[in-house]
């Protein structure tokens, strides 16, 4: 085993233990300690992840798993070559106003930690943020219209890398089903399928012919 493989593994067992942030709901979810050059970063677990012991294991999941499986990547691969982060790793609780509580400044600053530890360890070269929240922290403010379908190169942990941004897979979230979200998500998935990163990943598949 590597080096970094066993740092990665290191960094997960200590993450699996953390109990740093009082409001989130435990068990952190948590990926495998993949060492990977391509990281993917959601929002944070929602309540059933838990329980099933993966990010993005239920509905979402599902929908994002269709995504990479249009483009010739089933889930199991996926989960076995790529790192998959989250803004915060424990489940925030529910939102007074419906839907899941979006975590909060100090919560993703507390949880923050890990990401930076997994980012000096792999050094990654392609990020993949999923959501609002992730693409905005890291990228800035804008609409999705301005970041999703397109590469953009941005500091990560103080190294450059390059971003391709998805939408959030939720049931809830009707951007992706609807236009110009419906295009410009395809287009990101286009734009993986070209990256040098992702094609040395997942042995330079091509983008499937509609």
Not at 80 to 96: L, N, W
Request: proline share 9%.
């Amino acid at each position: 085993m590597s080096n970094k493989s066993t740092r990665i593994r290191d960094i997960r067992t200590r993450l699996m233990a953390c109990r740093d942030c009082p409001d989130m709901i435990p068990p952190v979810v948590s990926g495998e300690a993949v060492s990977s050059r391509v990281f993917l970063i959601g929002q944070a677990p929602g309540p059933h992840e838990g329980r099933l012991g993966k990010p993005f294991a239920y509905t979402a999941g599902r929908t994002l798993f269709r995504w990479f499986a249009s483009i010739g990547v089933d889930e199991s691969e996926f989960r076995r070559k790529v790192h998959m982060a989250a803004m915060a790793r424990c489940f925030p609780g529910k939102s007074p106003k419906g839907g899941d509580r979006v975590p909060s400044r100090v919560e993703i600053e507390t949880c923050g930690q890990w990401m930076s530890a997994e980012a000096d360890t792999l050094h990654p070269q392609l990020v993949i943020p999923v959501g609002a929240l992730a693409i905005r922290h890291f990228l800035g403010p804008g609409k999705l219209v301005d970041h999703v379908g397109h590469v953009k190169t941005a500091v990560f942990f103080e190294r450059p890398v390059d971003f391709v941004c998805l939408p959030h897979p939720s049931g809830l979230s009707t951007w992706h089903k609807t236009e110009p979200g419906r295009s410009l998500l395809e287009q990101a998935l286009g734009t993986l399928t070209k990256h040098p990163t992702w094609q040395r990943t997942f042995e330079a598949r091509l983008f499937p012919a509609n």
